[in-house]
DNA sequence: TCATATTAATTGACTGACCAGTTAATTTTG
DNA sequence: CAAAATTAACTGGTCAGTCAATTAATATGA
């Protein structure tokens, strides 16, 4: 097989490349993956993946800029801002998580995750990802304290940090340390599960 | 230098293998450390190692179970149990997190997540750390919903989940994603942050 | 419409470095 | 001295990365 610029047969190779270093990277980290590994996945052979990276950190560089979620977070709004906390948080709130709990995502996770732990700084995407759930929270939160929907007393940036770490925590649960007790709920039950002991310090009156 | 069975100069070689290893594998991550880096970092030579232990792996296992705050946390119940929720919760938690975010149990975590995320199974750690402080959140909780001094409707399991859950998130944003919006807290302020949110849905009345 | 030239894509064999683990020799200590 | 502790040199294997050779899609020309 030689020459395909455009043309049919398989798909882009740079692409195909980058799916199966995802895959294996979430499965074995970066340092333990080989390129044999990558490449038997990719069922191609190892002296190519050079042909279109230059090395293996630029292979994962590349796995990470262009399998993040990024671009999916940023249809997060269309919630409706008008409904009430109740409806509103448990709509976004199980957006983001499926979002983040779909394969993909948690494959990148993984793989970011264990780079994250030792040294590596990882450019600057784990500090997109909350920031952009935070704002919206945060935004939403406001408005509703504004028209008296929320508690005065409530502090938007708080109740938003304090929401996001305990979506993070479970997430963390589930999939890294596979907590029986937090995995046999369902997206939907996790976040009523959150909510349920969060909202009433957040609505009015009692 | 040689058999110093029990005896005086240097503690036991054992230990100060075992201590070495840990601070490497935090910040290498275990399949990147040598044992060229350990035995730098114990101030010995590499073959020494062997003498101690059979191979890499049982260093690894030797590092986890012997460094592992399983037993710091046996100490965790002297808390008050008559105490209100407001106290007692804020209590049990900063102790929990100053022992969790101690160098010697962060650099455990560093070592042991990065194992987690990769196929390899941990004996029974992580799944005992976490159910050991619920238990003692539930059985609290319990006892005082009996007492009247929080609501009837809160189901003590639920809420130690979540109450765990958001002090996990908060622990990896600060010591994985170093984000510092979190960062800038303290214990306490950590804890009175969580309490604030969660504790209007527990307290009686209003 | 067929041969041939061109070039991108792909292979597989190779290399130099490094690393986990071994061992024989050496030092220390009791 | 004898046992325990420690070293230094070594080994076999593995892996990231290189490269010359090969393949095949396409373009060119007659």
Not at 3 to 10: D, F, L, N, T, V
Not at 71 to 80: G, M, V
Not at 132 to 154: F, S, T
């Given at each position: 097989m030689a020459?395909?610029?455009?043309?049919?047969?398989?798909e882009d190779r740079r692409e195909q490349i980058i799916d199966a270093a995802l895959r294996v990277f979430a499965r074995k980290g970066f340092a333990r993956a080989t390129n044999k590994d990558i490449a038997r996945e990719?069922?191609?052979?190892?002296?190519?993946?050079?042909?279109?990276?230059?090395?293996?950190?630029?292979?994962?560089?590349?796995?990470?800029?262009s399998r993040s979620p990024l671009?999916?977070?940023?249809?997060?709004?269309?919630?409706?801002w008008d409904a009430p906390p109740s409806e509103f948080l448990h709509a976004i709130l199980c957006q983001a998580l499926n979002i983040i709990e779909s394969e993909q995502v948690i494959s990148l996770i993984r793989t970011v995750l264990s780079e994250l732990l030792h040294g590596e700084e990882i450019p600057l995407l784990p500090k997109l990802f909350l920031p952009?759930?935070?704002?919206?929270?945060?935004?939403?939160?406001?408005?509703?304290?504004?028209?008296?929907?929320?508690?005065?007393?409530?502090d938007p940036?708080?109740?938003?940090?304090?929401?996001?770490s305990a979506m993070m925590g479970l997430v963390m649960r589930r999939q890294v340390l596979r907590?029986?007790?937090?995995?046999?709920?369902s997206h939907e039950e996790l976040v009523s599960l959150?909510?349920?002991?969060?909202?009433?310090?957040?609505l009015p009156a009692s």
């Open positions: 020459r395909r610029p455009k043309a049919e047969g398989s990719a069922g191609i052979t190892p002296g190519l993946i050079y042909y279109y990276f230059a090395d293996k950190e630029a292979l994962l560089q590349a796995v990470i800029e671009r999916l977070f940023e249809h997060l709004e269309p919630a409706q952009r759930i935070i704002a919206v929270l945060q935004r939403y939160l406001r408005l509703q304290r504004e028209r008296g929907m929320v508690r005065a007393e409530v940036e708080e109740v938003a940090q304090v929401l996001l907590d029986t007790s937090v995995l046999r709920y959150v909510l349920k002991t969060l909202l009433p310090g957040l």
